[in-house]
């Protein structure tokens, strides 16, 4: 992926993440996924004050684009306030390796996003968990 590229999605990621909904802890993430199409679909964090009811950033924007029929992704951004950017969590490292494996992770601080380091689902998640029928 070219860095223009790399900054437009960053870009479309902290977009995303004024939309956040982070009452409890006020930490604010965004996310943004590109499909193979060139289409760029957006998440913010929400919360709640049930904790495990929270979903992460790269969830809400991984489920609206499944729920809109998207399927190929290219690639995902993540932004927040945080030292060298923030990394999926366990559950986001794990839809992805299910519904993105060849996707490529691109995170940034928000502070920061023209700083952004490079990942690969595979790397990020080496032994994920895959349904056999």
Request: net charge positive; hydrophobic share 45%.
């Amino acid at each position: 992926m070219r860095s223009p590229d790399k900054q437009k999605l960053i870009a479309a990621a902290l977009k995303a993440r004024r939309h956040a909904v982070a009452p409890y802890s006020n930490f604010q993430v965004g996310a943004a996924l590109l499909t193979r199409q060139g289409r760029i679909i957006g998440g913010g964090n929400v919360e709640s004050a049930s904790y495990g009811l929270t979903c992460c950033a790269e969830r809400v924007a991984l489920f609206k684009a499944l729920t809109e029929g998207e399927r190929d992704f290219v690639s995902i951004a993540v932004v927040a306030r945080a030292p060298q950017g923030p990394t999926p969590c366990g559950a986001c490292r794990q839809l992805l390796a299910e519904y993105a494996p060849a996707a490529t992770v691109l995170v940034a601080d928000a502070a920061k996003p023209e700083r952004i380091r490079t990942f690969k689902v595979a790397a990020l998640l080496p032994l994920a968990f895959r349904h056999v029928p």
